[in-house]
């Protein structure tokens, strides 16, 4: 275990957030410094051969991400210790027909993914993002692509056209009023493959515009990752709701020093922003069939071993919080308001939104304790509807001890995002704890 330095964690996660403009960069910059720190990859083809303290990782539709440490002790005696987040957030991705002229502009149509807070992404410096099928006489090849540069807009309204916009809110169609511009027709053609293949030859790969055979593109905000507040205190971000999460269980995994008894581990997974029901999603088979095949070897070699390992286990759930709104307050239960900055949030529901109980709630405060951080609650107010993560899915899926918590933030959703530095420190030290 080594300390944890506020400001070296702030920079370092927004470095994470920033080379992870999509699921695909941040499985790509999570297997980047897995493998940096002599994580080894496992491909789900091949037959695995383990050892005890081996360190791996396995990812599944370039999207989900798992990796192990694993234990001194057989994982059927020792269990799993494991945290749960999502690499997914909401945004806008393109139409497989996405190219559309109209009064004069080149334009490209988008699909809405998750719980856009669709305000947001107007009127902002959009760039693509994401991950190009390229044929390649057998299997297509898939190549990452990432613009950069400023691409896209989705133009407001100007005030004169909308009065009502300040008083009665900003109502918007998400088929007729989110659509990108890409440029002018007067100013030349923009034909979406051609700007693919020049994105791919500058990156070394050769294509013509015709060997593009499928693509999952998103669109991002090309504004980078900044410091704010007073002291210094804030981060503003796109993507904390999950990579902040990502980047804590991911940090806490690697500054493990010698593998302990039980094999730890974490699980990035996508789809969490629409249901998880998804072939590497919460709800698919990638944790189970990562599990299974880390115990057929590493166990008794029983019948029962898995059984008996994930009876032994434990999941921290980590996804982000909702702090208190200083503008809103009236909105957040009187009794349960995470503050920014106050430390990790231990999310509770009684309809089984979140899948903590007392006693999974009780253990991660005894993780607090051990890490000299003092824990918060939240509930939702009893008259307002609950969020939901991959926690209870999971715990359904496997039948494994869970709890959900979070660092505060605020704007979930929002294209830009706000959290706390400290919140980011502090729980990647209870992490570390959890991995000891
Ligand atoms: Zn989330």
Known sequence: MSPIDTETTAKDVLAYIDASPTPYHAVRETARRLSQQGYRALDEREPWSLQPGDRVYITRGDTSIAAFHLGTAPVDRAGFRLVGSHTDSPNLRLKPNPTISKNGYHQLGVEIYGGVLLSTWLDRDLSLAGRVLVHAGGRPAAHLVDFRRPLLRVPNLAIHLNRGVNTEGLKLNAQEHMVPVLGLESAGPADLRTLLVRELTSAG????????????????????????????????????????????????????????????????????????????????????????????????????????????????????????????????????????????????????????????????????????????????????????????????????????????????????????AADVAAMIAVLQRFFS
């Open 205 to 420: 790969v050769r294509a013509e515009p015709g060997d593009i055979l499928g693509y999952d593109l998103c669109l991002y905000d090309t504004q980078p990752s900044a410091r704010s507040g007073a002291n210094g205190e804030f981060l503003h971000a796109p993507r904390l709701d999950n990579l902040a999460s990502c980047h804590s269980a991911l940090s806490a995994l690697l500054a493990m020093g010698r593998a302990c008894e039980a094999t730890c581990g974490v699980v990035l997974y996508d789809h969490e922003e629409v249901g998880s029901r998804s072939a590497q999603g919460a709800a698919g088979t990638f944790l189970r069939d990562c599990l299974q095949r880390l115990v057929l070897g590493h166990s008794d070699g029983r019948p029962d071993a898995y059984h008996r390992a994930i009876r032994n286990s434990f999941l921290v759930s980590a996804d982000m919080a909702h702090a208190v709104h200083p503008n809103y307050a009236s909105l957040h239960e009187p009794k349960h308001q995470p503050l920014m900055g106050g430390g990790p949030v231990i999310k509770s529901n009684v309809n089984q939104s979140y899948a903590t109980d007392g006693e999974s709630w009780a253990y991660f405060a005894g993780l607090c304790r051990e890490a000299g951080v003092t824990p918060q609650h939240f509930v939702t107010r009893t008259d307002l509807g609950c969020g939901s993560t991959i926690g209870p899915i999971t715990a359904a899926e496997l039948g494994i001890r869970t709890v959900d918590v979070g660092s505060p933030m605020l704007s979930m959703h929002s294209i830009r995002e706000l959290a706390s």
